[in-house]
């Protein structure tokens, strides 16, 4: 990911703070035969290694988890994102010399995968999969809801996935490279879209 200087995050508790918002990935192996992609809920386990483990599973049918990748796999994390009209630039009234953009944040997780399909570790992965997505639920849904049998019957139709994490890019674009009074004007307009995107990328934007 192109990462110019004003946009770079590269602070650990911020880029774990992103992954666990979206949860949702882009899952990506290259194999010998190209690229493949699932999109992916995932959780973050940062007691595992230096910098984490992310994990998740797939559908046993699913064909990417039989094809060998070829290096590091990669988790795409997308935030917030907006379209920023170059009608709210200040700079627009005084030469017009400006063009649209977009703001967002991005996050890449590369690291070396494994897949598995052991009972147990499979049965310990929907679980704290599942508490994760549960527990700001009012009543929470548990995997012990469900028949035992049931639940033991559905892992014998998926395949767990561990990526080591051995490298973070992130960035957060948001008009930091535009003056003050630019950065203001896109904040307010953004704050006014009805879009929850828009609205999140507002509160972010530098004052």
């Avoid at 992310?54 to 997308?78: C, D, K």
Wanted: proline share 7%; net charge neutral; charged share 25%.
């Amino acid at each position: 990911m192109y990462v110019p200087p004003a946009f770079r995050d590269d602070d650990d508790a911020s880029l774990h703070a992103t992954m666990r918002a979206v949860r949702l990935c882009s899952f990506v192996t290259a194999t010998a035969d190209g690229l493949i992609a699932t999109p992916l809920p995932v959780l973050l386990d940062q007691t595992e290694g230096p910098r984490g483990a992310l994990y998740g599973h797939v559908a046993r049918a699913n064909p990417q988890w039989r094809s060998v990748p070829v290096g590091e796999a990669m988790a795409i994390f997308m935030g917030a994102d907006a379209y920023v009209t170059p009608s709210w630039y200040a700079t627009k009234q005084a030469t017009g010399k400006v063009v649209p953009t977009w703001n967002y944040i991005a996050v890449h997780v590369y690291g070396r995968v494994e897949f598995f399909d052991d009972t147990e570790r499979l049965l310990d992965l929907v679980t704290r999969l599942t508490d994760l997505n549960e527990r700001a639920r009012p009543e929470p849904w548990a995997v012990t809801d469900a028949p035992a049998d049931f639940i033991k019957a559905q892992l014998r139709d998926i395949i767990g996935i561990r990526m080591s994490i051995a490298r973070i890019e992130g960035k957060r674009k948001l008009s930091q490279n535009r003056s003050a009074k630019d950065r203001a004007r896109v904040a307010a307009g953004l704050a006014g879209s009805e879009r929850p995107s828009d609205q999140a990328i507002a509160a972010l934007i530098p004052k």
